[in-house]
Structure formats: structure tokens, C-alpha cells
T-cell receptor, first 109, second 116 residues
Framework: KNEVEQSPQNLTAQEGEFITINCSYS?????LHWLQQHPGGGIVSLFM???GKKKHGRLIATINIQEKHSSLHITASHPRDSAVYIC???????????FGAGTRLTVKP | NAGVMQNPRHLVRRRGQEARLRCSPM?????VYWYRQLPEEGLKFMVY????????ESGMPKERFSAEFPKEGPSILRIQQVVRGDSAAYFC??????????????FGPGTRLTVL
């Protein structure tokens, strides 16, 4: 079993829909990161969370430390949101980062 | 403020050659991380460096791979005697403080290494 599990693996949505991507982890972490990887391969760091909730534009990320679970939400999805979203858990007490396999999101116009 | 820069963006090497991948962190960032993304696989941590120091190389293969971050100049990931299995995208990230992960990392565009 992977230490960082994401679901779903693939997600297709219609423009305007509300999107949720889930991430569960089984290790002690100091922070959890959400990353976006575009079809060209470039990676953008969206959020870094250690507790609670963060919002940036149409993106919202939440984390529940007790349940070891984080979610990334996209409101009013748009085709330009199409990308792979990756959850990454920064291991507690060292510098290792464990990555989920990614969720491939396709938003259709 | 320029972002993290990596070069080359694409690198083709024949088996047995050496590959040198460069990463220039964002201005003011003294912490650099290298990650590898094998085809159809997720990202994996390789090494974490501060200026002139390797802090954590637990993700580096034991042989042929080395990394440095000199006082002046970019961080270098060096792969000696490349094999086909080294073909991957190599991403570098930087952060200003590097306090055990509680610091946003900014990623470079990656170097795509192809070994023929």
C-alpha cells in the first residue's frame, strides 16, 4: 500500500462543475502539498498545508490531521484546469517528500 | 524575480555517457531539492541540498548519481555512465528556508533526459 493515496485516478468533468480530489496518507507529516502538473510537464505548487484550510481563487485545500486526509476542491471548473493534480506529503522530521500517483483531471467545455 | 531555472530542458545521451543537469534556484533561495519522475510513474524525492552541503540524499541511487550545490553557481545533478533506465524527467525545486517541509517549494520546468 502506498503511503500517499489519491482518488480518483482520473476525473472528467463538464465546465462549471465542482471538483473534489482526495488524498489520504499513512505517515506522520510536517506538511502536505498540492501540486499541479500541466500537459507540458511543468509543475506548479498550489498549496502547502499543515492544518485547516486555504483558498486561492477558485481553489480550496483542506486538511484533517487526525484523519490523515486532505482534499483539493475546484469551484466553477474550467478547461484550463485540466492537468494532473498531485498530493505530496512532507515526512515529519526529515526532508523526504512522498508523492501520490496523481489525479488526471479533464474539464470539457 | 525569475523562477527556478533548469537547463537543459531536454538532454539526449547514449548509454555510458555522463549527464549533467543544472538548476538555478529562485533568487534568495538557498535550499534545493531534486526529484525524478520516471515514465508513467509518480515523482520521487532524490536529494536535498543547501549551499555547499548535502542535507539528505536518502533518495539518491547509491551508484552513478551525485549532486552538488556550490557556493557560487547552480546546483548540479550528475549521472555517470547513464543507462536506459535513467530516462526520466528530473525536477528541481527551491525554497527560501527549508524548515522540514513547512516551506513552499517552487518547481523548475524539469529536464527530460532520454538515454538511447
Amino acid at each position: 500500500k502506498n503511503e500517499v493515496e489519491q482518488s480518483p485516478q482520473n476525473l472528467t468533468a463538464q465546465e462549471g462543475e465542482f471538483i473534489t480530489i482526495n488524498c489520504s496518507y499513512s505517515v506522520g507529516i510536517s506538511a502536505l502539498h498540492w501540486l499541479q502538473q500541466h500537459p507540458g510537464g511543468g509543475i506548479v505548487s498550489l498549496f502547502m498545508l499543515s492544518s485547516g484550510k486555504k483558498k486561492h481563487g477558485r481553489l480550496i485545500a483542506t486538511i484533517n490531521i487526525q484523519e490523515k486526509h486532505s482534499s483539493l476542491h475546484i469551484t466553477a471548473s474550467h478547461p484550463r484546469d485540466s492537468a494532473v493534480y498531485i498530493c505530496a506529503a512532507h515526512m515529519y522530521n526529515n526532508n523526504d517528500m512522498r508523492f501520490g500517483a496523481g489525479t488526471r483531471l479533464t474539464v470539457k467545455p | 524575480n525569475a523562477g527556478v531555472m533548469q537547463n537543459p530542458r531536454h538532454l539526449v545521451r547514449r548509454r555510458g555517457q555522463e549527464a549533467r543537469l543544472r538548476c538555478s534556484p529562485m533568487k534568495g533561495h538557498s535550499h534545493v531539492y531534486w526529484y525524478r519522475q520516471l515514465p508513467e510513474e509518480g515523482l520521487k524525492f532524490m536529494v536535498y541540498l543547501q549551499k555547499e552541503n548535502i542535507i539528505d540524499e536518502s533518495g539518491m541511487p547509491k551508484e552513478r548519481f551525485s549532486a552538488e550545490f556550490p557556493k557560487e553557481g547552480p546546483s548540479i545533478l550528475r549521472i555517470q555512465q547513464v543507462v536506459r533506465g535513467d530516462s526520466a524527467a528530473y525536477f528541481c525545486a527551491s525554497s527560501p528556508f527549508g524548515t522540514r517541509g513547512t516551506d513552499t517549494q517552487y518547481f523548475g520546468p524539469g529536464t527530460r533526459l532520454t538515454v538511447l
